[in-house]
């Protein structure tokens, strides 16, 4: 594969493969467009270089074909306006076939096309070979810049790039910075490394978890995913979240982190609330003995005070997950008190990564983004490599 940044496109027509999964409310407005900003500068050397640059992406799930709430068309005003509102952004009411081939060979230099959401066929995520084939006819460079479909084999993440060959494919510079940064933590890390994971399900984490013991130094556990070790452990946890069939696994996981001399930090105070709602009632408490009744719904004083002790001696840190519910006001605190002790971690020299949909919501919602070394745009892809998974995005490019 090629460097991007080496790679000159002049006279070039690059089919990128970007992530413009973006949310939108009733009115096809985009309510967070951190991922299309992501790749922006990744499409700006393609043009600044003098080539032109033909964008997929899928949007959505959609079940039955094309369908109107999940068509590409209602980002294309503010992608024209992302890439500073002189660039001319067309679009193809399709992702394949003749609207699509006529557009992208009378697109000029500097000139962008988007094509309709490739998830309209169901061969996408089927990885299937001649729809991928299709796809490649379209441009003459292939560039992955889709680090949150990387876990994906499907046919623009994957296939595709059996059909460009090694000088002609290559990762833009978001899934560069994306897998450097996956990389340093995982293979090249500074110790002491602690692992923020938090969350409402040990379940979900648990390989995350395993493959961690034999990198991190110290684990901390925050979420509704901690009450199951607390009670694994005999602990009493009230109307807590827990996951009853867990338990015996949260107990293996406390036993090989000590054969592995990994510390697996729990919280040891809870904010407890008596029901899942913003104006419920509060307390502060320790997290064994929570009263009958009483839910923990986000870490305590005592446990903040710990944690960012933790973090503060840290030179790698990975977050993945939020320490309560911190979409409530009233339990928001343990998540934005850990997101200050990184950040201020970051400040002091270390190198933090921060990812998952919800860890990446908590830093954007404290203003702190800027403050980490990096937040990656992938939860999935990043998750699975984490947990030791090759992903096939990166792979097939590679």
Same mark, same amino acid.
């Given at each position: 594969? /090629?460097?991007? /940044?080496?790679?000159?496109?002049?006279?070039?027509?690059?089919?990128?493969?970007?992530?413009?999964?973006?949310?939108l409310d009733?009115?096809?407005?985009?309510?967070?467009?951190?991922?299309?900003?992501?790749?922006?500068?990744?499409?700006?050397?393609?043009?600044?270089?003098?080539?032109?640059?033909?964008?997929?992406?899928?949007?959505?799930?959609?079940?039955?074909?094309?369908?109107?709430?999940?068509?590409?068309?209602?980002?294309?005003?503010?992608?024209?306006?992302?890439?500073g509102?002189?660039?001319?952004?067309?679009?193809?009411?399709?992702?394949?076939?003749?609207?699509?081939?006529?557009?992208?060979?009378?697109?000029?230099?500097?000139?962008?096309?988007?094509?309709?959401?490739?998830?309209?066929?169901?061969?996408?995520?089927?990885?299937?070979?001649?729809?991928?084939?299709?796809l490649?006819?379209?441009?003459?460079?292939?560039?992955?810049?889709?680090?949150?479909?990387?876990?994906?084999?499907?046919?623009?993440?994957?296939?595709?790039?059996?059909?460009?060959?090694?000088?002609?494919?290559?990762?833009?510079?978001?899934?560069?910075?994306?897998?450097?940064s996956?990389?340093?933590?995982?293979?090249n890390?500074?110790?002491?490394?602690?692992?923020i994971?938090?969350?409402?399900k040990?379940?979900?984490?648990?390989?995350?978890?395993?493959?961690?013991?034999?990198?991190?130094?110290?684990?901390?556990?925050?979420?509704?995913?901690?009450?199951?070790?607390?009670?694994?452990?005999?602990?009493?946890?009230?109307?807590?979240?827990?996951?009853?069939?867990?338990?015996?696994?949260?107990?293996?996981?406390?036993?090989?982190?000590?054969?592995?001399?990994?510390?697996?930090h729990?919280?040891e105070?809870?904010?407890?609330?008596?029901?899942?709602?913003?104006?419920?009632?509060?307390?502060?408490?320790v997290s064994?003995?929570?009263? =009958?009744?009483?839910?923990?719904?986000?870490?305590g004083?005592?446990?903040?005070?710990?944690?960012?002790?933790?973090?503060?001696?840290?030179?790698?840190?990975?977050?993945?997950?939020?320490?309560?519910v911190?979409?409530?006001?009233?339990?928001?605190?343990?998540?934005?008190?850990?997101?200050?002790?990184?950040?201020?971690?970051?400040?002091?020299?270390?190198? /933090?990564?921060?990812?998952?949909? =919800?860890?990446?919501?908590?830093?954007?919602?404290?203003?702190?983004?800027?403050?980490?070394?990096?937040?990656?745009?992938?939860?999935?892809?990043?998750?699975?490599?984490?947990?030791?998974?090759?992903?096939p995005?990166?792979?097939a490019?590679?």
């Amino acid at each position: 594969m /090629s460097k991007f /940044s080496d790679f000159n496109f002049k006279g070039h027509k690059a089919l990128v493969r970007v992530d413009f999964n973006v949310p939108l409310d009733e009115a096809f407005n985009i309510t967070d467009d951190t991922r299309m900003a992501a790749t922006i500068p990744t499409i700006k050397k393609i043009l600044a270089d003098g080539g032109s640059a033909i964008l997929m992406s899928h949007l959505g799930r959609p079940k039955d074909g094309p369908t109107d709430k999940f068509s590409l068309k209602h980002l294309v005003t503010h992608l024209h306006e992302l890439l500073g509102g002189q660039t001319k952004v067309f679009f193809a009411d399709n992702c394949i076939g003749g609207q699509a081939s006529l557009t992208a060979n009378m697109l000029r230099a500097g000139e962008v096309l988007l094509l309709e959401n490739l998830r309209f066929y169901k061969e996408e995520e089927a990885g299937d070979e001649a729809f991928a084939k299709k796809l490649s006819t379209i441009g003459d460079v292939y560039v992955n810049d889709a680090f949150g479909t990387a876990h994906r084999a499907h046919a623009s993440t994957a296939v595709i790039a059996k059909n460009f060959d090694t000088n002609n494919k290559m990762f833009g510079l978001l899934m560069e910075a994306e897998v450097n940064s996956a990389e340093k933590v995982l293979h090249n890390t500074e110790k002491p490394f602690t692992a923020i994971i938090g969350g409402a399900k040990v379940s979900d984490k648990i390989l995350i978890i395993e493959n961690l013991l034999e990198r991190a130094t110290d684990i901390i556990i925050g979420g509704g995913m901690a009450y199951t070790f607390l009670k694994a452990r005999g602990g009493k946890i009230g109307a807590s979240l827990c996951e009853d069939d867990r338990l015996q696994t949260a107990l293996d996981i406390l036993e090989k982190a000590k054969q592995k001399n990994v510390s697996i930090h729990l919280p040891e105070t809870s904010t407890i609330a008596d029901k899942f709602a913003a104006d419920a009632n509060t307390q502060d408490c320790v997290s064994d003995a929570i009263p =009958d009744g009483w839910m923990g719904l986000d870490i305590g004083a005592k446990a903040i005070g710990i944690f960012s002790e933790v973090i503060g001696k840290s030179k790698t840190i990975l977050w993945n997950g939020p320490m309560g519910v911190f979409e409530m006001e009233k339990f928001e605190n343990g998540t934005k008190q850990i997101a200050l002790a990184v950040a201020n971690a970051t400040s002091n020299g270390a190198f /933090s990564l921060v990812g998952g949909g =919800d860890s990446v919501a908590a830093v954007n919602k404290f203003n702190l983004a800027t403050k980490v070394s990096y937040v990656s745009t992938g939860g999935g892809a990043l998750l699975e490599y984490f947990e030791g998974k090759i992903l096939p995005g990166i792979e097939a490019v590679k």
